[in-house]
Nanobody, 126 residues
């Protein structure tokens, strides 16, 4: 029904930046709300950012607000996560997620999402 593939992860020093891309295939995500989550080693998966289906509403937890920006280009069937001023606590595997949405709403709970990518590794170290 829907395939999500993340890219753009890698190694960065504290204070550096990375931009992640989530490419959707098999169908359009025009009517899907999207989100980013991450999992640090030995930790539970945590919410990072959320975006409504038209891109009009964004949501972030306090841990990344002001540093991370989520956006989308529905014409390209892509979602992005710009990460600035990265710190060691930001390291982990980053996942893209999607769910069909009938309204312009951003979802912040892992249980709200139906489709998930395989993840891309982000390493932050000196």
């Amino acid at each position: 029904q829907l395939q999500l593939v993340e890219s753009g992860g890698g190694f960065v020093q504290p204070g550096g930046s990375l931009s992640l891309t989530c490419k959707a295939s098999l169908r359009s995500v025009t009517n899907d709300a999207m989100g980013w989550f991450r999992r640090a080693p030995g930790q539970d998966r945590e919410y990072v950012a959320a975006l409504s289906k038209r891109g009009y509403i964004t949501s972030y937890p306090a841990s990344v607000k002001g540093r991370f920006t989520i956006s989308r280009d529905n014409a390209k069937n892509e979602v992005y996560l710009q990460m600035n001023n990265l710190q060691p606590e930001d390291a982990g595997v980053y996942y893209c997620a999607a769910r069909e949405a009938s309204r312009e709403v951003a979802f912040s709970l892992e249980e709200d999402y139906v489709y998930w990518g395989q993840g891309t590794q982000v390493t932050v170290s000196s």
